[in-house]
């Protein structure tokens, strides 16, 4: 559905919307079918990875020579958004190809981009990243996960939690501390198979919502890793982080935009449809009132997103911005589903319902790349 107050948008070429066609009617024949299964399994199947992987979603941003389309974040943005239009959390194929994979391809070796982004692309190889830890959550700093030199290698004790793709992953970008005196910039990530030798595998943890996204929790009890592990340069984890974080931050933001957004138009489309005492429910004041409130606030954001996801396409989208677009497309997100989940009435509760799911999926968003709390503390002391 298109909105009345909906303003063109210029981000996108004709290619672009040829792509985002392809991705439609890629989830419409593959992903939707077999959703609640997968919400019921609590994990998706490798197979959908595969075929994600061959119709070229994986690697939107993984450049040509490692396998991939060799696209900027715009194309990212497109997989994001439909994800979020169809109200699918999972699988989770932006944290393994838009976030995880474009960190690969700017810090990583040659040696590992070669063997690691071709697999990525192709959905061979499953990625989580591993950054929370049971004992503390934002502040990436202050890790207990260490890892010590032995050899030429190195020994990783620890733990995380939250993991997603946690079960189904091949490997993790595990984020650990090997020089703790040195602060942040005592941490540095790595490249690890999961199936290494001290590598333990949590219970798949049970969500709010997220039903179909596997959640972990991992251990790491004396794992020995050789040097070529180590995500590019020593010396350089934080900062790769950081670069990572924004990326995420902007794939929440997108996200969360195309959740409001379609939530908004579900529920113009059930008002207009149900009745109570004798009317349509939109033909209340109150109803439309609502409604309007939150067609004002959409239609404000969405200029602000676009922006930055042009931004970030150009490489030149820094901290704050990318604080300010989780922070305020979350906090948006957020409102816009509780309104029309209440307009929804008892439907809206009802788990077989769109906005039921949706508000349920989303509410994580003011939580995880890093807590909306953060958010506001990046954003001010750069004031």
């Not at 409102?335 to 029309?340: F, G, S």
Request: aromatic fraction near 8%; glycine fraction near 10%; proline fraction near 4%.
């Amino acid at each position: 559905m298109t909105m009345p107050t909906d303003l063109p948008r210029t981000l996108f070429s004709p290619d672009h919307e040829m792509f985002r066609a392809s991705v439609q009617s890629f989830l419409e024949a593959e992903v939707v079918p077999h959703y609640a299964d997968w919400e019921e399994a609590g994990y998706t199947p490798r197979d959908i990875w595969l075929r994600a992987g061959e119709m070229g979603l994986l690697g939107t941003g993984i450049p040509e020579e490692y396998g991939g389309s060799g696209g900027d974040f715009l194309w990212d943005a497109i997989v994001i958004e439909e994800l979020g239009r169809y109200g699918l959390a999972a699988p989770a194929w932006d944290m393994h190809g838009h976030i995880i994979a474009p960190m690969i391809a700017a810090h990583g070796t040659e040696e590992q981009k070669r063997r690691i982004l071709p697999a990525m692309a192709a959905g061979e190889s499953i990625f989580c990243i591993g950054l929370t830890e049971p004992g503390g959550g934002s502040d990436l700093a202050a890790l207990r996960t260490r890892a010590t030199e032995a050899g030429n290698g190195f020994l990783v004790n620890g733990s995380k939690i939250f993991i997603t793709n946690g079960h189904i992953a091949d490997y993790i970008l595990l984020a650990a501390n090997r020089h703790p005196d040195r602060g942040a910039k005592g941490v540095s990530l790595f490249l690890v198979p999961l199936d290494s030798d001290g590598v333990t595998r949590g219970r798949n943890l049970k969500k709010i919502g997220n039903k179909a996204q596997d959640t972990a929790e991992l251990f790491f009890d004396d794992v020995r890793l050789p040097g070529s592990a180590l995500l590019g340069d020593s010396e350089q984890g934080w900062s790769q982080l950081m670069h990572g974080l924004a990326r995420e931050r902007m794939v929440t933001a997108v996200r969360s935009m195309a959740i409001a957004e379609v939530a908004l138009e579900q529920t113009v489309a059930y008002t207009k449809d149900r009745t109570a005492f004798g009317q349509r429910v939109f033909d209340f004041q109150n109803t439309q009132f609502k409604l309007a409130e939150l067609a004002t606030a959409c239609t404000a954001m969405r200029p602000f997103v676009d922006r930055l996801i042009r931004l970030l396409a150009e490489d030149e989208l820094g901290a704050e911005l990318a604080a300010m677009a989780k922070l305020a497309s979350t906090e948006l997100a957020d409102r816009v589903l509780d309104e029309c989940l209440q307009l929804h009435g008892g439907h809206g509760y009802m788990w077989d319902t769109p906005i039921a799911r949706a508000w349920a999926d989303a509410r994580v968003h003011r939580i995880y790349a890093g807590t909306n709390e953060i958010m506001k503390y990046i954003i001010g002391r750069s004031l």
